[in-house]
């Protein structure tokens, strides 16, 4: 296949593996921060190629994974509300909340449609008239311009059955927060192509230089990972830390100008909570005034329901580690819940139910029923 | 923030007490409902086989019976319909048994307000694929259910068929050593069907495969093959339907990822997506388990029928395994556990 073939080639990934190799002369750690980079490393199995120098630890570059509990939670309760279509992406529907996912309340009645872009669900919206259609909106800035396109046109089309519940969220606020934590083992870092297609790259320049760590901005492909890689660890090896863009043939500097014009225009940047984390300052995008009208946190006055109420808690599970995990702290298979208690079919964490989180992504490329792992702690 | 210093964690979701939609797609939720529900309630021998249809003897032949149901949206797609799926689907069920099949009933259940004129015209499909595959529509029933209560029509259709395998044809056939045969790429069927429901932003050609696939199975063991085991790639794709049969066989399968046709098309689609092509619905390919030293005789007899005509040899039966285990070698040659999905798969959101 175009485009993608090129960037599987064994022969020019093997030599570029080989170049990596003769440059290693000591150990790092170096973390991906986007699920699907962790997806791919797994898949691929290009875990043999790092000569078990190179640490990689699993950012939280999963938006499903790291939206809150209360507010899957919130969105469950809407979804059970009569006249309301819920519209989500398909990976957000096995996500537990405190209680339930949103398969199980489909399942009890709720009518909640899976939906592969924004502008389906304002197509839902047109089509219902007499139905309130709420967008369950999540993702990092690289869906959050879609889902402002959304928003723009309804306000043209005056449209007033279409609603967001915008969990969007940032990436670098959430690099800065993990590179302040006092535990972190981070030398470099592996900055999330697509994220950096949309907003370019300018806004990693001082992270780089205050944390003194090289951030190479990576594509997807076996190529483009090695070869991030390979870049990080030169500056590793000759005490650089700068920004360098090694996914060229996407990104520019400055991102995409109308997808950040569309995020400047919608959104407003807010504190945010991330499942496993906690609050980060400035991580998460609300919608702004002008378009307050779309907001179904407002719409549906979602401040003053208490969803503990509507879905009693159970018991917490406390061997779940998605907090540490979704950090970087800790690895999935050191989680004694992994693979056991905890799998695909029964998620204790949220890392487990999205194809993008890391526990996931490594029980399903783990190499024989024993759990032996690729990507060694 | 060291992990000490966490206090979050994820209470477990309760366990399912309601249908949900993953009970219906072929991975383990279905496979728990049959273990749990069906298996324990039903249990003879003849089902406990859990084949892709019984084997019954009746004097000295045996017959095959095998039943499914169609409950596809759209009822019209790029390459059949419910009518021509509901036929193909049963007659390869019935081949899947080392089967030639004779007779088929169908069952039609219609929503009130659905169009004669289409009910015409997937009937007129059904008699055509019949009439196509050699065997007849002998018997019937028909329901109508209110407005809002079924989407527009669903069709159950039971074939019999008589055996003509001189081996077993089981997964409890499979032995160490045997050649593992894909009839064909991969995808086409799952991938047309999303195409055709008008969610994509984007247009394809693609064309599914639905196709009559007893022709080149009976041309198989006409031809004297020792065939162990057949299996059509349905629901849950080649990946659920290896990793089956692994489990009831308890041996590893190794499966050479390089060897597994997928086109160009639908690998483009499963890329947007974030789809696994491993895991798509197919409703015109199999894979073949057959003795090593026959594996170059049973593609020429596969190649020479057009349904099959690109098969080739895509893995090998390994030693026993306790559990059934299934592996892919991928292009760099590393290996990775396939493991069946819960329910269906969702498309990724970036």
Redesign the interface.
Known sequence: MKFVDEYRNTKVVEQLANALSNQLTKNWVIMEICGGQTNAFLRFGLDQFLQGKIELIHGPGCPVCVTAVDTIDKILYLAMQPDIILCTFGDMMRVPGSRYDLWTVKASGADIRVIYAPMDALAIARQNPDKKIILFAIGFETTAPATALSIIVAKKEKIKNFFILSAHVKVPAALKHILNSPGHRLQGILAAGHVCTVMGYQEYKPIASKYGIPITVTGFEPFDLLYGIYRCVYQLENGMCEVENNYSRVVKEEGNHAARQLIEEVYVTIPQRWRGIGEIPDSGLDLSKEYSDFDAKKHFKLESIQTSNQLPQLATDSICIAGAILQGIQKPFQCPAFAKECTPDHPLGAPMVSSEGACAAYYRYRKSQNFELTGKG | ???SE?T???????A?K?????HGGGG??THQLIDRIFQPVFSNPLLNAQHDGAILPFGNIELAFSTDSYVVQPLFFPGGDIGSLSIHGTVNDLAMCGAKPLYLSASFILEEGFALDQLQKITESMQRTALATGINIVTGDTKVVDRGHGDGLYITTSGIGQIVSKFPISPMSIQPGDAILLSGDIGRHGVTILAARG???FETDLISDCADLSRPVLALLQAGIEVHCLRDLTRGGLATAAIELSQKSHLHFLLDEKSIEVG?DV??CC?L??LNPLYIANEGRFICFVKAEECEKAISILQSHPVSARTHRIGTVREH?P?G?V?AK????????L?M???EQ?????
């Open positions: 923030m060291a992990s966490f979050w964690s994820c209470s477990v979701p309760n399912t309601v249908i949900q939609m993953g383990r939720l969610q994509l932003s160009e690998q483009s890329e997506l974030g395994h559990n285990l592996t991928g292009i760099f040659n590393s290996e990775k556990v493991d999905l819960s329910g969702l498309p990724r959101i970036c």
